[in-house]
T-cell receptor, first 113, second 115 residues
Framework: AQSVTQLDSHVSVSEGTPVLLRCNYS??????LFWYVQHPNKGLQLLLK??????LVKGINGFEAEFKKSETSFHLTKPSAHMSDAAEYFC???????????FGTGTRLQVFP | GAVVSQHPSRVICKSGTSVKIECRSL??????MFWYRQFPKQSLMLMAT?????????EQGVEKDKFLINHASLTLSTLTVTSAHPEDSSFYIC???????????FGPGTRLTVL
């Protein structure tokens, strides 16, 4: 069965410093992996998606994620945090058999001025 | 592209009444729509999956008679919370997808408060 583990429930960074949100996955198959962002009281917005075409995936708002099969990781990064990046981030994998999305527990990103 | 809307964004109702939430795909045809529930500071919990023109498939533990789902067209799905109680208060989010991709596009959510 597929699963994702988000290693940090909270991450705090200063504005202008790099962001790293960690995600490890478990899958018997080549997975489809996503990062979604949720701002307070809002729905989820797709940041980026990995589908095996390229291991380094570039998303919106300057975010990118690298698929590392050897480490079963799909960490989300951004070189320079902005105040508007403060939100909840979810790492998600698709269940191979049902196409249902399997969500991580989320990481809350705080950005301090 | 791939915009999903929900209506209403917020609703407050009295205990015992029913509430309908609409989910629309605005610029694409959604063969499948999903309904999620999210409790404060928690992740999303899938409630049910609906395909246009057929009955919804509910996740284990979700009461199908309480959470009625209708997917009447390729652009509209509705969730009706029947005989709502305070414990049904939550943030309900829909998403839509197509056969062509496993990406789901999420609506902005509906905050339901049952008094």
């Amino acid at each position: 069965a597929q699963s994702v583990t988000q290693l940090d429930s909270h991450v705090s960074v200063s504005e202008g410093t790099p962001v790293l949100l960690r995600c490890n996955y478990s899958s018997s198959y080549s997975p489809s992996l996503f990062w979604y962002v949720q701002h307070p009281n809002k729905g989820l917005q797709l940041l980026l998606k990995y589908t095996s075409a390229a291991t380094l995936v570039k998303g919106i708002n300057g975010f990118e994620a690298e698929f590392k099969k050897s480490e079963t990781s799909f960490h989300l990064t951004k070189p320079s945090a902005h105040m508007s990046d403060a939100a909840e981030y979810f790492c998600v994998v698709t269940d191979y058999n049902t196409d249902k999305l399997i969500f991580g527990t989320g990481t809350r990103l705080q950005v301090f001025p | 592209g791939a915009v999903v809307s929900q209506h209403p964004s917020r609703v407050i109702c009295k205990s015992g009444t029913s509430v309908k939430i609409e989910c629309r795909s605005l610029d694409f045809q959604a063969t499948t729509m999903f309904w999620y529930r999210q409790f404060p500071k928690q992740s999303l919990m899938l409630m049910a999956t609906s395909n246009e023109g057929s009955k919804a498939t509910y996740e284990q533990g979700v009461e199908k008679d309480k959470f009625l789902i209708n997917h009447a067209s390729l652009t509209l799905s509705t969730l009706t919370v029947t005989s709502a109680h305070p414990e049904d208060s939550s943030f309900y989010i829909c998403s839509a997808g197509t056969d062509a991709t496993d990406t789901q596009y999420f609506g902005p959510g509906t905050r339901l408060t049952v008094l």
